[in-house]
């Protein structure tokens, strides 16, 4: 049919959402809207949730689509951070809690599926793809044609052969480790744009750390000492820094009315010593 539109029956999912790192320029996340809309017309809700994610951060992107599960309706979500595309990497469609996961087998669909409670069916995305096909932009010549054709009504199992859960690429995720003396070796997932720099340590034990801690970058780059340990930014007077539990459920380090990451120049990936000053 014209604009490659079916005549399905209507389906449950009239959401679809992007989480990529295809940034704001160069008319990519258009691209994807297009495709979209193209396949399952003007009645599905297309949502951006993210197009920052810094570029091939897969783990990133894998908690930045689990984080906003708890914040979308049941939809189609689409996650875009690949930088095995267009070699042997498969591309999946799997559900999960109700809603449909779309994205690269490099584990970035996992933590959102554990989160919806589990991957309950899963296929290789192989039907369905458009005849001419980039092999740099799976978003628009894979992913995005089957978010859009199941939003049109066609079901998972007809966009390619099923796999087994145990088949896909596992995500590695840091965690920390804690040592004998109660200090713990974190890893930065992120600084956002208001420079909080984010630690894999979801659920930190404030009350444990008491009330300052000690901060030491395990390259031995720089430290910062006696860093207050709080619940918000008010808690420490302008300018000065804190460690706290962020919106994400994780320690970060955070200045009040500044930048925590011109501190120690910490980016993503780098690594840290927390000391507890108890």
Known sequence: ??????????????LVTFVTDYGPTGGFVGMLHAVVDSIAGPSIRILDLDHSIPPQDVVL????????MD????GIHVAVIDPGVGGPRRALGLEAGGRLLIGPDNGLLLSAAEALGGIERVVSLERHLPERRSRTFDGRDVFAPAAGHLAAGLDLS???PALEPDELVPL???????????????T???VDGFGNVQFAFEHPPLAQLGGR????????????AAVAVGRTFSDVAPGEALVLEDSDACLALSVNRGRADELL?????????LRPLL
């Not at 120049?265 to 010593?273: F, H």
């Open 158 to 160: 007809e966009l390619g």
């Open 71 to 74: 914040h979308c309706r049941p």
């Open 188 to 190: 930065v997932l992120q």
């Open 1 to 14: 049919m014209p604009n490659g539109k079916t005549d399905r029956v209507p389906t449950p999912y009239d």
């Open 61 to 68: 992107g894998a908690l930045r689509l689990a984080r906003s």
């Open 172 to 186: 590695e995720l840091p965690e920390p480790s804690a040592r004998a003396d109660g200090s713990f070796e974190l």
């Open 213 to 224: 801690v000690d901060l030491v970058r395990l390259d031995e780059k720089g430290s910062l």
């Open 265 to 273: 120049g910490l980016v993503p990936g780098d690594r840290v010593l």
